[in-house]
Every structure is written in structure tokens, then in C-alpha cells.
């Protein structure tokens, strides 16, 4: 029952420190990320999916976001043309509220690690997980823009039922599952302490054929060589078997 | 849905089913559980961390059982705020409803599989570390 406590209190701070900040981000924190991500986008898109000649993401008046993913694709032929129509990049557009979902991981993971006791020991975590985040929204949007893109060609060429499915598939993924979910396997691969706190189930275990974790060395335990009898005492059992 | 709507009735709300459809009779709001309202994304993955920890198939029965009627818990409690949340305020809807609830149902399935996890050991399940 001790063991339940400590993930009792991480429930309760972590849901209060998830309201808290989730409320924050929606109402102040929002912007200024959507900001960042897009300018990040640009860059990095450019770099990954786009051509210099335009540029990769633009805000429209109403606040969407235009982009223009290189893709070629071979349209079938109309009645009215001559022949099939090459295209050479599609334009589309996502809605501000759609893009929201790749901001939203980083306050869900400051909410994790900040529910970890002692603040303190947290900052590195929280410093290093926050840039692994923000590596991950970053991604995780370009591979949005590229299945929507991918879709978008879709309706000029048609695709086959697996290649439908496995969008469809990965669409769902990148905006339903990864943002809610990656936060947190980050904050626990980030935060050695949350990780030994909650995660105790590798404890007490018995590691086969070797050594047992109560006889760690003499040097190890304090500093000091061991001595013969040390040794021969520590090594004893799992030798002879 | 038959839940909510009693745990509204009880604690002297007022609220209509209509099939899978909340409905408030006075103000004609509604809201609807679908497929992924009900909690089933969240459970799928209580289910596959449970069924890759190593443990004896019982343990394994009680996380599942035990589990899925915490997540179903919380998801009453989520879907009561909604429906009462809905009539406050459209946006507190979208912004509870889209990120708040699945985070927080997100951190509970996380919590109850360490709780599953670390009595489940306790009670003789190995974890097997790859050697």
C-alpha cells in the first residue's frame, strides 16, 4: 500500500498541474506556439518537403495555414485535354484548429514532470524532454502535411485500398494518438527519478546467473579495497552453482 | 449512457437518453458518446501494456477487468462534465472535450497500469529482461 502512495500523490498533482497548464496554453501559450511551430515548419519544411521558389507555409487571412508540398503526380486524362496533366506540387489548406493538436504535447509533458517530486531535480529533464517535444510536434507536423498532400493527390489520381488505408492509418496516429500519448514515455525516459518512483517492477528481482544486488564489492559499497574474506564471501554461492 | 444518465438523476439533474444521445430537456442540448468517445483508445492500450508485462495469465484477467472499469469510471465523470460543460460554454467544451479529458484519461490509464504493474511483480511476476 506505501508502494500506491507515491502514484496517488503523482495522480493528483499531475492532473491538477495538467488543468492548470492545459488552461494556460489554450488561453495564452497558444499563439505564441502556433508562431514558433510555424516558423520552425518553414525551415525545417523547406529543408525536408519544399522548393525555395515559394514558401512552404503561409497564414491566410482567416488564419489558416497554406501550404505547398513538391509532389508529382500524374492526373488521368480530362475529355476537354489532350493528354494526362503532370503536377508538379499541391496547395492546400489546414485549419487553425487542427494544428493546435502539435502544441498541445508540451504543456501535457511540462504538466508530467512537473508532478514528479522535488522541482529541483527536475529542471534538466524538463529542459532536455522540452526540446525532444518540440523535435517531435515539429515532425510529427511535416508528416501531417505530407499525408495531407498525399490525400489532396488523391482525388486527381486515384490510390489503391491499402495505400488509402495506410494514410488513412497514419493520419490518424500523427494528430489522434502520438500527441496525446508521446508525452509521456518522453517524461519517463527523461526523468531518471519518476522512472525508479513508479516504474518499480524491475525491483527485487533475481537477476539470473549473476551477481545478487545486496553483495555489491567492498570498493563500490565504500570506497575501500576489499578484502580476501570479503571476496571470497561475496563470490561464494554464485560460483558454486 | 444508462449510468450517466442515473448518476444525473441522482445528484438532481435532469437529463433525457435518446438512444446514444444525452439530451438536457430544458435548454435542448446534447451530446453524443460515439465509437471513441467511450474510452476504447485508452483501454486498447491498458490492454496491450498489461498483455506484454510479464505476468500469470490471472493477474493478467484482474488488470484487464480491474483496468478497464477505472478508465470506464473516469469516462462517466468526463462525460457528466461534458454534458454540463457544453451548456456553459461552447469553447470550454471544445478546449475540455479535444485536450483536457484525453490527457487527464491518458495520465490515469498510465497510472492504473503502474499500479497493475508493480503489485502484479509483487506477487511473483518476473519481468523478463531480454537475457
Known amino acids: 500500500m506505501t508502494a500506491d502512495k507515491p502514484l496517488a500523490r503523482f495522480l493528483v498533482r499531475g492532473s491538477a498541474l495538467l488543468i492548470l497548464l492545459l488552461v494556460f496554453w489554450w488561453f495564452l501559450l497558444l499563439n505564441p506556439l502556433l508562431f514558433l511551430l510555424r516558423d520552425s515548419a518553414e525551415i525545417f519544411g523547406t529543408l525536408i518537403l519544399g522548393d525555395d521558389s515559394r514558401q512552404f507555409v503561409t497564414e491566410t487571412p482567416s488564419g489558416d495555414w497554406s501550404f505547398r508540398v513538391p509532389l508529382e503526380v500524374v492526373a488521368p486524362r480530362l475529355p476537354q485535354q489532350s493528354g494526362p496533366l503532370q503536377i508538379h506540387s499541391i496547395d492546400f489548406d489546414i485549419a487553425r484548429s487542427d494544428v493546435n493538436a502539435f502544441t498541445f504535447s508540451l504543456p501535457v509533458f511540462w504538466a508530467i514532470v512537473l508532478a514528479a517530486p522535488g522541482i529541483r531535480r527536475s529542471l534538466r529533464p524538463l529542459i532536455f524532454g522540452t526540446i525532444l517535444v518540440a523535435i517531435l510536434e515539429i515532425v510529427l507536423l511535416l508528416i501531417f502535411v505530407e499525408i495531407s498532400a498525399r490525400n489532396a493527390a488523391a482525388q486527381l489520381a486515384p490510390q489503391s485500398g491499402w495505400t488509402k488505408w495506410f494514410l488513412h492509418f497514419g493520419e490518424y496516429l500523427v494528430v489522434n494518438v502520438i500527441p496525446y500519448a508521446a508525452p509521456f514515455p518522453i517524461a519517463l525516459s527523461v526523468h531518471r527519478e519518476l522512472r525508479s518512483q513508479f516504474c518499480r517492477w524491475g525491483e527485487g528481482t533475481p537477476i539470473p546467473g549473476g551477481r545478487r544486488p545486496g553483495l555489491q564489492s567492498g570498493a563500490a559499497r565504500n570506497g575501500r579495497p576489499r578484502s580476501k574474506k570479503q571476496r571470497r564471501r561475496d563470490m561464494g554461492p554464485a560460483r558454486q552453482s | ?131
Open chain 2, 1 to 131: 449512457m444508462k449510468v450517466s444518465h442515473g448518476l444525473i438523476g441522482i445528484c438532481g439533474g435532469h437529463a433525457r437518453v435518446e438512444g446514444a444521445v444525452l439530451r438536457d430537456p430544458a435548454t435542448g442540448f446534447a451530446v453524443e458518446m460515439r465509437d471513441g468517445c467511450n474510452a476504447v483508445n485508452v483501454t486498447i492500450l491498458l490492454w496491450s501494456a498489461v498483455l506484454a508485462f510479464p505476468a500469470p495469465w490471472r493477474l493478467k484477467a484482474l488488470g484487464f477487468l480491474a483496468g478497464s472499469l477505472l478508465i470506464q469510471a473516469v469516462n462517466i465523470v468526463r462525460f457528466i462534465s461534458l454534458f454540463y460543460i457544453g451548456q456553459y460554454s461552447m469553447t470550454w467544451f471544445d478546449f475540455a472535450h479535444g485536450y483536457l479529458w484525453e490527457s487527464l484519461l491518458v495520465l490515469d490509464t498510465m497510472v492504473v497500469f503502474c499500479l497493475w504493474a508493480n503489485r502484479a511483480s509483487k506477487y511473483g511476476a518476473v519481468p523478463n529482461d531480454g537475457r
